[in-house]
């Protein structure tokens, strides 16, 4: 007693009392209304001559249970109730003699029916192969059980429930116990709405630092307030409480925007995408003196500076950090370039921002100087080919060495040529007097002078700056960000390029 309109292959039995099948694939039993009674009447004689259902199961050899998830007994009543004015009738015989074609192309001995790999993923896309007659009912059952059994194991319900709240641990609790944390705001900018927005988070800092330069400490700091186990990061103080803490504010924005020039460089798919590390600020209010640190996540590894913002290039020749600079000149119409490019692998953190006006960016803005001396050293490699970056091509060979451009004292001549006077704005006279003083304080001859020997030469040139002052000093004129400062860099300082005293 089944429906038997699909040459055989619909054996799931109709509901009990109707003359209609439970099958809804079958677009004769589902089809126009009107003539459902008429054609399921009409199709006796062929159920006489079909194989009637297996004895082993009242619904047949191939047939899914009713109750299995696919297909149901308890549709409405409007779909099997009889009546409308015969519309779509020729529709639905068409599709009903397509589909027939399908399956007896498709048909195999195999009692399960034809073997199609079957890619999908939801009940929905099933149901469009199905009527596609890419799968035929008995793969559409088989592979709607597979997918039920898929689905069910995402509501499995807890294997255990806790009785209390002291059952639950966290990276937290350490810290919590011992008292170690306190309440801290966290200032974050987003560069695409260009606002800063303001938390408050549970933070634990080490009293020790683990890491020391000549003008910032490194301490490590737990975010409490992180569950996802990325809770580590660098909180980074100035040796010199004195610092503006506009400072800390512009070196986020300027490395939020580098995230935003990141994002843009890897749409590009270059063989190595690049990432600038989430910077914000985190204020310790509750301290006596509440202090700010400049935060980042912590990361491990080699930790290596490609460049800087006067031309310098890492002895490690790697492409793709000064492909990247490059990049970011092209990308913004010759308006910026990211340099001091510095990090483990290709996660950067503390770069530095060029503007051709000039403007923004803090003291290590160079302006059209500093963009001018990128490209002095900078030699276009495959990166930049595959990039588009058709300015300063000349060779293919990778990027300048450091020694092509940074010059030791000792190298500077006495005798400037007219370029670099008028590059440095000053006399022949001047200028020779400067290096004749920086190489009198440089007594060991390294060409590098550090806070000792620059209090001598600020001395010596009747420059009046108090010595807590020197730090600050060293931070504006170290360029390189190595902790000493060499005879150009001095003389960029004393002529006042990149904030100096000129």
Known sequence: DTCHHLDGKCLVAKKKGSQYCQHHCC????GDKSSQAAMCTNCAAKNKQSPPPSTGSPLGVNAMPADAGVFTSDRPSSDHRPGGNGVGLNKFRDAARRVSQQHRVQRQPSASGPSLKISAEDAGNLQLMLDKGLLTPDQYGEEMRKLRNITSAMFERPAYTPKSSAEISGSCTSFVNRGDFELAYKYSFDYTSKK??????????????????????????????????????????????????????????MQSMCQSFAAEYNRRKPPKPVEFLEAFLCECFQRPEPIIFACEPYIEGRYVKYSNNWGFVSSDDRNTPHAFSHFTHYVSGGKYIVVD?????????DPQMHSFDGKGFGKGNCGADGIAKFFATHKCNVLCKMLGLTENVQCMTGTMAPGAFRKSAAAVSDKPSSADLSFYGITEETYAELVRKFRAVNKDGSGEIGLQELGELCRSLKVRVSPKHYVRLLQ??????????????FLMWWTGHCGGAG
């Open 27 to 30: 677009p004769w039993c589902f």
């Open 196 to 253: 800063w927005d303001k938390a408050v988070i549970v933070v634990s800092i080490e009293k020790v630092p683990f890491a020391e330069g000549n003008l910032r400490r490194a301490y490590k700091m737990r975010d409490l307030t992180k569950t996802d186990g990325n809770d580590l990061f660098v909180a980074k103080m100035s040796k010199d409480k004195y610092e503006d803490i506009g400072t800390y504010f512009l070196d986020a924005e």
């Open 341 to 349: 490019v510095q990090g483990v692998g290709d996660k950067y953190t």
């Open 476 to 489: 504006t004129a170290d360029t390189d960000g190595n902790g000493k400062i060499s005879l150009e860099e």
